[in-house]
């Protein structure tokens, strides 16, 4: 598995529960750090490498090698050679926004919108490919997530009906989720930016928590593991971006 993102952790802990030998390569200092941090993200470390992945960390794939026409394994940027019988790539995606070229709709990371999803000319956009400005953070966001893409369908669709003229912001609190093994990952809000995680419910050591994450100072999302009812209650905190506390919600 090259990624350690959301596609590698969730395919590896797939690929061992079928019985596959997996190693996952990821260029973070742990599995989903980017996403989760590094404190949480060494929760996950552990907890794949009890099942049995082996977890090479802070390198990059230089090149998928290849025997026949079938992938043989990667070399890695510092020389070793890793070999597999198949390799899986999730190191990310960009938005297919090639075939819009000189159309005149506006494009950059993705389809550019105003907070409604107004791309302008009559175009509105939704799903992966919907970069609108955030009502919440005044910021360009663009997100790939499955509970995103029908939030911002439904959003496109009282839009239309509308008009430009009457369209409400597309003001969501981004929610995704992630099955390994025995956890279950829910995230509130978006944690990429954060500058600071609080556990404020559970421990890293129960493997049951809430954390909190701060940017700013501000609270910008919620992360709970094996935790679903005790998440619930900080989502309103992640939607008003509350100051970051440290005690439970009310």
Known sequence: MVGGGFVGAEAAAVARGLGCEVTLVTDTAQPMGDALGDELGALLRTVHHEHGVRIDTGVLVDEVLT????????????????AADAVLVGIGARPNTEWLTGSGVPVGDGVACDAALYAGSGVWAAGDVACWLSARTGEPWRIEHRTNAAEQGLAVARNILAGPERATPFDPVPYVWSDQYDLKIQIYGRTRGADEVRVVEGSTAERKLVALYGRNGRTCAAVGINMARALRGYRAQVAAQAPLLTGSAA
Do not use: N
């Open 67 to 82: 025997d026949g026409g079938r992938a043989s394994g990667v070399r890695l940027a510092d020389g070793r050679t890793l």
